[in-house]
Structures are given as structure tokens and as C-alpha cells.
């Protein structure tokens, strides 16, 4: 079976890019989801804050979400549920299995990776002590509360200052359950300001930055938790234990793309993002694959994720038809001093985008300073900020104009 595009994944990203190459002309698109439904992590999300920037009003997680489902229905984009894909090769065949169709091969004239992310989980940061009930990741405790209707406890202490765990902390305060604390291990929140105030400080929440806990109490359920300060090392400091009594520790400590499939077809993966190198057309090492969304680096927002996503259906339509640049001379983008990433990683000479978004993020709380970009050491453009924190991912806006036929290697960004 044949497609021209064959899109991985149904969550915000996928249903995006697929509607995106079907209004750029492409007739014959499959869209893959292994879940039973469509939607991924936002149907779970009922808080709002949705669509701020691509619909201009606020909305909850099913609101937003069924907008896309709703016009991909519309539109008559095939799409098939309880999929799993377990296999895509270089030469863009897909190999999928479920109960209906069994396995089968499907050869496609590009792919879309949509695949999102995952939870970082307690044994992926070795927190010592029992495995006893009451530990959930903020995610699964998410889902447990908000589709399934379980309050998962009544005396919560949440590791981890993420905006999973920043909401999760004013969801279980408003069923009635008592937020001890959100520790986090860095001096920084790695969520939105927006969120820390709404979740934690509307809330009288408190956030122990520089903290971790160091014990879980407890073999058959969760009695207690052990925080103590870090120093820069990150290690605990002696006798600044304090002891939580809690029935429930939720761990909000970071997402990890979800590459199995990106790696074992062999694309090339950024080790800062965990996510493929991609070009500024949001195509991988593999010509005429694509990613978009938190499987080639998480975001803040899904308002940006779809952003993304809308790229790269946009440009997976025109591989299809053969009209995308196929100059094999790129322009490596280095993160220099602060940044911690650069996306896209690298960017095609006499790119036919006008104009690229360069997504980074920094390495620590910056205030009162200039992003510089450079081409091969020379200064090419200068950003005064005020702000930058890891939480919040920035934007920066190149003009092609300043590196078509300049013959630059490399483009630098770092802070000064």
C-alpha cells in the first residue's frame, strides 16, 4: 500500500501537519495513532490557557484539540487508531501492526515524526527508597484524575517544578487534597512564570528551589518524604533534612521525544534535545523525513508545537512535489556561551524560507543582556533581553538576507 504521506502520531503535532499537507495539495495522506482516540496528551489537559496564539482565546486541552479533529474529519484524511508503528526505514517504508489489519508495509513518499514525548520516571533519577503505592509521574496522576475520575491522594508532595507538576499542584488543591510543597533540585522553576504564579503562589503553594528528596518512607503506601537542600554540586547538604508526612509523591522531573523509532532508522539525533537534527524545512538527517513537536524538542506551548507541526506538513507536501531546494551545502547553527540548544541544528544554503525561527533555550537565569548571532565569528545581528530562563523557550528570527551567498560554515548564537 502506497501513500504520499504517512504522518506518526495523532496528538497536536500530527493532526497539524496532516491538515497542513492536505491544504498544501496532497490528496493521499495516513495518519498513524496508537492510542484508541485522537487527541493525545490534551485530552487529559481540561485546565485552560489553550489557543492563545493561534485562535486568539483561551481554551482547555479537548477544546483545543477537537478543533483539529473536527477538520481533519472534515477534510477526509484517513486515519487509523490503535496502531502501532514499529519500524521505518531509510527508504521511507512504514511497518505497522494492529488487531485488524495484522502487520503490514506501507511505502510513503515522506513521513512526518509525531510521535511527542514521555515522562522522565523515579527510576530514571534514582531517588532511594521503598516502591510503595502512591508514586506517580504528574502525567499518569493527570490522567488518573482527570479521564479516569481516581484521586490518587490526599497529602501531596510533588518533586519537580515542571508545568505538569506546577498544574497538578493546583488540580489536587482544588479536589481537596493538601500540597505540602513543589521541590525542585534547580535554583530555577523549569516551568512558565505564569504557571508558578496561578498553580503555586494563588495558592499559597510553596517552592523549595535547590532541594530534592533524598527518602521515600513507606512499603505498602507512601507515609513520608525526605527533602533536603542541595549544594552547586547538587549533592544534599547534611542536617538540612526535613521530613514531609505525605500518602503521595508525584515526579514532574522532565520529558524525553519519544525517538525509538528515529533512532533505529538510524536519523541522526541531537544529544542536547534527545530530539533528530533538523533542517529549517523540519527535515531529518533522511531526506523526506520530517519531525515536528515535542519528538524533535519540548515545548512550552502547544500553540508553538502546532506552529511547528503546520512547517512541516507545509513542507513534507512540497518533497512530495519535488519543490523544496536540494542544496546539499548547509549551515551548521552552534549554541555558544548560555544557550544550551539551537532548532533547527542546521539550516540549508539559498534556503527558499524567507525568514527562519531559531528556537533556543538557555542554561541558566539571565538578566539584562544581548543574544548575539554570528556568521563564522563575524556579528551579524544583536537582541537586547531582559529576561531569558530555561523554563521558557525563545525565539529568534533570522532574515535569510544575512547569510544567502555569504558562504558561512557555522551561525553562532551566545549570550553576552
Sequence with gaps: MNYDIVVIGGGPAGLASAIEAKKNGIENILLIERDKELGGILQQCIHNGFGIHEF??????????????????NLGIEFKLDTMVIEITKERKVVMINSKDGYKEIQAKAIILAMGCRER???AIGIPGYRPAGIFSAGTAQRYLNIEGYMVGKKVLILG???????M???MTLEGAEVK???????YSSGLNRNIVQCLNDFDIPLL?????????GKNRVTSATVAEVDIHKQPIEGSEVEFECDTVLFSVGLIPENELTRKAGINIDQRTNGPIVNEYMETSIAGVFGCGNVVQVHDLVDFVTIESKKAGRMAAKFVKQDISSNNNIIKCIPKNGIAYIVPQKIVEDSTIDCIDLCIRVKAVYKEIKLIIKGDGIKLKEICKKYLTPGEMEKVKINMELINNKKYKELTIEIE
Excluded: C
Excluded at 481554551?59 to 481533519?72: A, H, M, Q, R, S
Design 121 to 123: 520516571t523515579r527510576g
Design 181 to 187: 510543597a513543589v521541590v525542585e533540585l534547580m535554583p
Design 56 to 73: 486568539n482565546e483561551e481554551l482547555t486541552g479537548p477544546e483545543y484539540i477537537e478543533k483539529f479533529i473536527v477538520e481533519l474529519k
Design 209 to 217: 528551589l535547590n532541594h530534592t528528596i533524598v527518602n521515600i518512607e
Design 169 to 171: 499542584a493546583r488540580r
Design 161 to 167: 517544578s515542571g508545568d505538569i507538576g506546577l498544574i
